[in-house]
């Protein structure tokens, strides 16, 4: 591939084929997409240093009861992973994430309520 300036943008990318594509940035609901994923990310990462904070300080936990905390975050997957995964597949991508990541959100909504 060879990057050319195309007609109506300031760059562009010419595949084998001679077919031009834009820049990623400019695809529709790129942005949209990136910025609900950096906000689930961050989420995620709060939520897990928050449930560890909250083991030690709100159940006097030690080192084994949050490694075990942490260890049980996996359990689902090794439960219903590929059936899940099954099911998944024959879904909507889209409206699948996002009721996804609304369940794990209201899912976690009770842990900053219990300080």
């Known amino acids: 591939m060879r990057w050319v300036a195309t007609e109506g943008a300031t760059h562009g990318c010419v595949t084998g084929t001679g077919r031009s594509v834009g820049r990623l940035a400019d695809s529709p609901g790129f942005w949209t997409t990136w910025t609900a994923f950096t906000v689930s990310a961050f989420g995620s990462y709060v939520t897990s240093l ?66």
């Open 50 to 115: 928050a449930i560890g904070v909250l083991v030690v300080l709100t159940l006097d936990g030690g080192a084994t009861e949050v490694g075990l905390v942490n260890a049980a975050k996996w359990l689902p997957y090794l439960l219903f992973g590929l059936i899940a995964g099954v099911l998944v597949d024959r879904a909507r991508r889209r409206p699948l994430l996002i009721a996804a990541d609304l369940g794990r959100g209201s899912c976690c909504w009770p842990s900053p309520c219990s300080l």
